[in-house]
Protein backbone atom coordinates (compact mmCIF):
# COMPACT_ATOMS: atom_id res chain seq x y z
CA UNK A 1 0.00 0.00 0.00
CA UNK A 2 1.15 3.63 -0.91
CA UNK A 3 -0.17 6.38 1.24
CA UNK A 4 0.45 9.79 0.31
CA UNK A 5 -0.93 12.19 2.28
CA UNK A 6 -1.64 16.51 2.12
CA UNK A 7 -3.37 18.94 3.34
CA UNK A 8 -0.76 20.26 6.20
CA UNK A 9 0.17 23.74 6.89
CA UNK A 10 0.66 26.60 9.40
CA UNK A 11 -2.50 27.76 11.16
CA UNK A 12 -2.66 30.20 14.25
CA UNK A 13 -4.23 28.58 17.43
CA UNK A 14 -7.77 28.50 17.46
CA UNK A 15 -7.71 27.68 13.53
CA UNK A 16 -8.62 24.13 11.57
CA UNK A 17 -6.84 21.74 8.89
CA UNK A 18 -7.90 18.91 7.16
CA UNK A 19 -5.68 16.85 6.42
CA UNK A 20 -6.23 13.71 3.90
CA UNK A 21 -4.40 10.16 3.02
CA UNK A 22 -5.09 8.54 -0.09
CA UNK A 23 -3.92 4.66 -0.62
CA UNK A 24 -3.31 2.61 -3.48
CA UNK A 25 -2.33 -1.23 -4.42
CA UNK A 26 -3.95 -3.34 -2.13
CA UNK A 27 -7.69 -3.17 -1.15
CA UNK A 28 -8.37 -0.60 1.55
CA UNK A 29 -11.03 -2.12 3.47
CA UNK A 30 -8.62 -4.75 4.30
CA UNK A 31 -6.57 -2.18 6.45
CA UNK A 32 -7.87 -0.28 9.64
CA UNK A 33 -6.28 3.59 9.25
CA UNK A 34 -4.88 6.00 11.39
CA UNK A 35 -3.26 9.26 12.18
CA UNK A 36 0.22 9.22 14.33
CA UNK A 37 2.18 12.09 15.13
CA UNK A 38 5.54 13.22 16.18
CA UNK A 39 6.11 16.17 17.75
CA UNK A 40 9.95 18.24 17.60
CA UNK A 41 12.37 15.72 19.37
CA UNK A 42 9.58 13.47 20.89
CA UNK A 43 8.36 10.22 19.72
CA UNK A 44 5.89 9.23 17.33
CA UNK A 45 2.31 8.65 19.15
CA UNK A 46 -0.75 7.41 17.42
CA UNK A 47 -3.63 10.04 17.64
CA UNK A 48 -6.81 8.46 16.19
CA UNK A 49 -7.71 5.37 14.02
CA UNK A 50 -10.43 3.93 12.10
CA UNK A 51 -11.95 0.40 11.57
CA UNK A 52 -12.40 -0.56 8.28
CA UNK A 53 -15.81 0.10 7.99
CA UNK A 54 -15.48 3.19 9.71
CA UNK A 55 -17.93 2.30 12.22
CA UNK A 56 -15.24 2.53 15.63
CA UNK A 57 -12.69 5.19 16.44
CA UNK A 58 -9.98 5.63 18.81
CA UNK A 59 -8.84 9.22 19.89
CA UNK A 60 -6.11 10.12 22.25
CA UNK A 61 -7.24 12.40 25.28
CA UNK A 62 -5.40 15.13 24.36
CA UNK A 63 -7.49 15.47 20.71
CA UNK A 64 -10.59 14.31 21.97
CA UNK A 65 -13.72 16.25 21.25
CA UNK A 66 -11.50 18.35 18.49
CA UNK A 67 -10.39 15.63 15.93
CA UNK A 68 -11.98 14.01 13.85
CA UNK A 69 -11.01 11.09 11.66
CA UNK A 70 -13.29 9.74 8.48
CA UNK A 71 -12.35 7.40 5.88
CA UNK A 72 -14.21 7.17 2.14
CA UNK A 73 -13.27 3.49 1.25
CA UNK A 74 -14.85 4.68 -2.24
CA UNK A 75 -12.04 7.32 -2.63
CA UNK A 76 -9.20 5.32 -0.65
CA UNK A 77 -9.03 8.00 2.03
CA UNK A 78 -9.08 8.85 5.10
CA UNK A 79 -9.29 12.07 6.50
CA UNK A 80 -8.38 13.88 9.65
CA UNK A 81 -10.45 17.45 10.87
CA UNK A 82 -8.47 18.93 13.05
CA UNK A 83 -10.18 21.95 15.01
CA UNK A 84 -9.66 24.31 17.70
CA UNK A 85 -5.83 23.71 17.09
CA UNK A 86 -3.00 24.36 19.69
CA UNK A 87 0.44 25.33 19.96
CA UNK A 88 0.98 21.60 21.02
CA UNK A 89 -0.28 20.04 18.03
CA UNK A 90 2.39 21.33 15.83
CA UNK A 91 4.13 17.99 14.58
CA UNK A 92 4.51 15.67 12.07
CA UNK A 93 1.49 14.29 10.74
CA UNK A 94 1.69 10.62 9.54
CA UNK A 95 -1.18 8.68 7.66
CA UNK A 96 -0.62 4.75 9.13
CA UNK A 97 -2.09 1.54 8.01
CA UNK A 98 -2.61 -1.64 9.82
CA UNK A 99 -3.69 -4.93 8.90
CA UNK A 100 -7.03 -6.15 11.01
CA UNK A 101 -6.95 -7.00 14.36
CA UNK A 102 -3.41 -5.38 14.68
CA UNK A 103 -1.87 -3.80 18.16
CA UNK A 104 -1.41 0.06 16.28
CA UNK A 105 2.18 0.41 18.13
CA UNK A 106 4.55 1.80 15.85
CA UNK A 107 6.29 -1.88 14.93
CA UNK A 108 2.59 -3.08 14.37
CA UNK A 109 1.84 -0.52 11.50
CA UNK A 110 2.20 -1.95 7.72
CA UNK A 111 2.64 1.18 6.15
CA UNK A 112 3.37 4.40 6.64
CA UNK A 113 2.39 8.02 4.50
CA UNK A 114 5.45 10.45 3.90
CA UNK A 115 4.51 12.77 6.73
CA UNK A 116 3.17 16.17 6.82
CA UNK A 117 4.11 19.48 8.25
CA UNK A 118 1.46 20.82 10.97
CA UNK A 119 2.67 24.14 12.52
CA UNK A 120 0.35 25.74 15.03
CA UNK A 121 1.29 29.23 16.18
CA UNK A 122 0.21 31.07 19.58
Known amino acids: VQLVESGGGAVQAGGSLRLSCTASGRTFTNYEMGWFRQPPGKERDLVTRISRWGTTSYYADSVKGRFTISRDNVKNTVYLQMNSLKPEDTAVYYC????????????????WGQGTQVTVSS
Open 96 to 111: AAERIGGTWSLVDVDY
